[in-house]
């Protein structure tokens, strides 16, 4: 068999795995199925097989190799699953391992991100820590040869791919920094890179601790426990789960388990093709408690949706922001053959209260249900589900978690529109660090807004002293976070970010109403114990 018509059956022996697995999921969904319905699906199985033999062999042109996959993978499997829900998904070899390590939390390299911009690969940042971090390199060095091999006309996926690799081997990456007349040549040894979900902790106020968490992976509860007994003295806590697009309920569990208090039950699954199962806080917080505020944003879905509905449920936090997304549909993945694997929705999720997270989607587009469900389709508290916490409080289901205090993401202007898609503060950092150093206490003062002003004119994007003035502290926030990150590390620049950052500002504001939630949650556990002990005692 040639490589060809061996890779073209490798497809199609997914899509039939595919469908295999799709197929059992539905018979258990509605029982044992009629001969009928069963010849039904080999009619169609055999349609499918019909079209794709008549396409393999007349179309204009060879369907081989990437096409062959792309028909496949990106088509006949993608198409059969939309009709289903919006989030049960396919995943190729490629998408499949970097789903895997997402979950991992770590993988072996260089420790960098990277990313394609005017056909050259820049470094957006180095991990602190890591070996590229260690040796020097810096944001907006472009990567020019690796192992003495150029990149030219590499993406960004395959540069990441050569960077890769066993740890204790060595690649050789050289790069090209303004204000240096030839490249720089960096001997790395590949480790072990760590990729926290917690990427930013520390004491943003006296006895106030701030945690922004990325994901849910598989160390996600241990590092937002380890962030939580770092804090000393800890008198509040702002726990930002803006933009953070679940991951896994295991770790979304456990997160509320330490939370929580033991017994209270965090959330359940339910579903038709297997039994409910339902999630309660087995260790519980010990009774150390402080008051929480959750920070969301309509980028808030799935695992990071069950920790704040869990917590509001039981007046436990209080939640700040925006509606959020309302993704509360619960995949299972299935390994497939050749490194591939298929989530399919199998249960939906419920919060403590009995409120449905997932958000309607009938009769919506695909890009409507993730790019405009702010718009129109964005449900409203007079056609939802109401639901009660522990204390009383009316809370919503049926479309997200609806914060108790609402607040609006900032919204951009043209002006910073442009700037950010050019990637300009990025660039003018390294333009700005070419030839000179700054300390931890850099502020931007009008010198600095003068040489940015002419990096703009160099760069041909225009502006008005008006678009200046009327941004000017976003502007100096934006270049000081990204000269300090180009300096000192990803970590400065972040909290750079989140001690002007004007939700998290607001959050802390809360931080009373907060305890006096905690103090109204402390009641009622209180009255649920007396009332068993007395009832115990009768």
Known sequence: MTPPARRALFSLIVFFAVCAVAGTFLQRRVGAQSSQDESQIRDSLKS???????????YAEPIQGDKADAAIYDGAIPGMLRVLDPHS?????????KMREDQRGHYYGVGMVIQQQNNKVYVITPYEGTPSFRAGIRPGDIIAAIDGKSTDGMTSDVVAKNLKGPKGTHVQVSVLREGQNKALTFDLVRDEIPHPSVDLKYE???????????????????????????????????????????GLLSQAVEVCDHLLSKGQTIVSQRG????????????????????????????????AEIVSGALQDHDRALIVGETTFGKGLVQTVYNLSENTGLALTT?????????LI?????????????????????????NREVKMTDSGRTV????????????????????????????TFFHFAAHYLSNRTVDKNFQVDDGVINEFKQYLTGQDIPFTEKDLNDNMDWLKTSI?????????????GLRVMADWDPMIQKALTFLPEAQALEDTAHKVLAQKAEARGGATAQ
């Open 204 to 246: 943003i106020r006296p006895g106030v601790g701030y945690i922004h968490l990325t994901q849910f992976q598989e160390t996600t509860a241990q590092e937002v426990n380890e962030a939580i007994d770092s804090f000393p003295n800890l008198k509040g806590l702002v726990f930002d789960l803006r933009g953070n697009p679940g």
């Open 272 to 303: 038709r093709a297997y039994p409910d199962q339902n999630y309660t806080a087995t260790h519980g917080n010990d009774g150390k408690t402080f008051p929480i505020v959750v920070l969301v944003n309509r980028n808030t879905a799935s695992a």
């Open 89 to 97: 998904n396919f995943y190729d070899p490629k998408a499949y391992a």
């Open 396 to 423: 919503y289901g049926g479309g997200g978690i609806t914060p108790d205090e609402k607040v609006e993401s900032p919204k951009s202007n043209n002006f910073q529109d442009t700037l950010l898609y050019k990637a």
């Open 347 to 355: 249960y939906h999720y419920y919060t403590p209260s009995g409120r």
């Open 358 to 382: 997932q958000r309607n989607y009938s009769g919506v587009s695909l890009y409507d249900y993730y790019y405009n469900h702010a718009g129109a389709s964005a449900p409203n508290s007079s």
């Open 480 to 492: 000081r976070e990204k000269v300090i990150t180009s300096q000192f590390g990803q970590l400065q």
């Open 48 to 58: 499918f097989t019909d079209v794709y033999a008549i396409v393999e062999q007349n």
